[in-house]
T-cell receptor, first 111, second 112 residues
Framework: TQLLEQSPQFLSIQEGENLTVYCNSS?????LQWYRQEPGEGPVLLVT?????EVKKLKRLTFQFGDARKDSSLHITAAQPGDTGLYLC???????????FGPGTRLSVLP | SAVISQKPSRDICQRGTSLTIQCQVD?????MFWYRQQPGQSLTLIAT?????????ESGFVIDKFPISRPNLTFSTLTVSNMSPEDSSIYLC?????????FGSGTRLTVV
C-alpha cells in the first residue's frame, strides 16, 4: 500500500505570512493532486501535477512535484483568512487506478 | 466538472439503526466512490460503485455493513447499517474525471 505523509499536521499563522506544506512518500506516483477542504464541505481539487519537477501556480499558491515523483510541496504567499482549511494531497498509483489520500495539513490563517 | 448533490448533510442517529445517504450527479459517470472521513483524519475509500454490478469494497469494509446501490449512471446510495458510535464520521461520495475527483459536500453522521 502506498502511503502519503503530510507535514505539518497543523499550522496557524497570521494573515500576510508565507507558508509551505509538504507531502511525502517512499513510493512513486504517476500523478499527485492537492485538495482544500473547508468545514462542512467536501474536498475541492486545486491542482494536478504529473511530471517530475513540475511547478504550477494558482494565484498565490505554488505547487511543485518532486523530481522523483515521490513528494510535493504547496507554498502559499501572503496567506489570507480565506486560505483556512484542510489541505490534502492525493497520489495516483502507477497503474492509474487508485488514489491514496494523505492525512492532511490543517491550516488556520488569523486576521 | 460534475456537480454532486449529497443528502442528508448531517444526521444524528440512534445506535442499532441504519442511515441511507444519497448522491445525485448532474452527468452520467461510470464509477462513483464512497469515502469515510473520521474526525481529524483523512479520506478512506469504502467502495467503488459501478452501474449494473456489485460494488467493490476495500479491505476492512463489507457489504453487510455498507450496502451500496447504483441503479443508474447518475445516482448512488450508501447505507450505514446497524450503527454504533464508531461509525460517527463524515461520509463523502465522489466521481473522478481526468483532472481529479469531485466530491459531494458530505454527510456528517453522529451515532448516539
Amino acid at each position: 500500500t502506498q502511503l502519503l505523509e503530510q507535514s505539518p499536521q497543523f499550522l496557524s499563522i497570521q494573515e500576510g505570512e508565507n507558508l509551505t506544506v509538504y507531502c511525502n512518500s517512499s513510493s512513486v506516483f504517476s500523478s499527485l493532486q492537492w485538495y482544500r477542504q473547508e468545514p462542512g464541505e467536501g474536498p475541492v481539487l486545486l491542482v494536478t501535477v504529473v511530471t517530475g519537477g513540475e511547478v504550477k501556480k494558482l494565484k498565490r499558491l505554488t505547487f511543485q512535484f518532486g523530481d522523483a515523483r515521490k513528494d510535493s510541496s504547496l507554498h502559499i504567499t501572503a496567506a489570507q483568512p480565506g486560505d483556512t482549511g484542510l489541505y490534502l494531497c492525493a497520489g495516483q498509483d502507477n497503474y492509474g487506478q487508485n488514489f491514496v489520500f494523505g492525512p492532511g495539513t490543517r491550516l488556520s490563517v488569523l486576521p | 466538472s460534475a456537480v454532486i448533490s449529497q443528502k442528508p448533510s448531517r444526521d444524528i442517529c440512534q445506535r442499532g439503526t441504519s442511515l441511507t445517504i444519497q448522491c445525485q450527479v448532474d452527468s452520467q459517470v461510470t464509477m462513483m466512490f464512497w469515502y469515510r472521513q473520521q474526525p481529524g483524519q483523512s479520506l478512506t475509500l469504502i467502495a467503488t460503485a459501478n452501474q449494473g454490478s456489485e460494488a467493490t469494497y476495500e479491505s476492512g469494509f463489507v457489504i453487510d455493513k455498507f450496502p451500496i446501490s447504483r441503479p443508474n449512471l447518475t445516482f448512488s446510495t450508501l447505507t450505514v447499517s446497524n450503527m454504533s458510535p464508531e461509525d460517527s464520521s463524515i461520509y463523502l461520495c465522489s466521481v473522478r474525471a481526468a483532472s481529479g475527483y469531485t466530491f459531494g459536500s458530505g454527510t456528517r453522521l453522529t451515532v448516539v
